[in-house]
């Protein structure tokens, strides 16, 4: 165990403790139906991830709790995403078939006028 390696997976956990923030609030913003960019997020997980494997196997195991972790957020999140973008989808269907009611009485009343007069 070397004093660079401990203060890398002491940087790492502090790294992933910061991304477990940003999750939190990113599951907000979808709470509140703003859109999320997850590129970055992604990107600095893969960066943490990458450098967790370099870390002897006794350095890289506290960090474990603090992963697991942020995979149950990520979980989370994830599942959020998905029920905001379901009840999207709803409201498109809604939406649509409510067009399409309101076009077919437009096109039905225009033709009892034609056909009264």
Do not use: W
Request: aromatic share 2%; charged share 25%; hydrophobic share 40%.
């Amino acid at each position: 165990m070397t004093e660079l390696s401990t203060t890398m997976a002491a940087d790492l956990k502090t790294d992933l403790q910061g991304l477990g923030a940003i999750v939190i609030a990113a599951r907000g913003f979808v709470a509140d139906g703003k859109v999320v960019d997850l590129a970055p997020l992604e990107q600095e997980i893969k960066r943490i991830c990458d450098s967790i494997t370099e870390l002897p196997a006794d350095q890289n195991a506290p960090l474990r709790p603090v992963m697991v972790a942020l995979i149950d957020d990520l979980e989370k999140l994830a599942a959020e995403i998905r029920d905001t973008h379901s009840e999207l989808e709803d409201q498109l269907q809604s939406f649509s078939n409510h067009t399409t009611a309101v076009a077919a009485y437009a096109k039905g009343g225009s033709t009892r006028k034609r056909n009264k007069g």
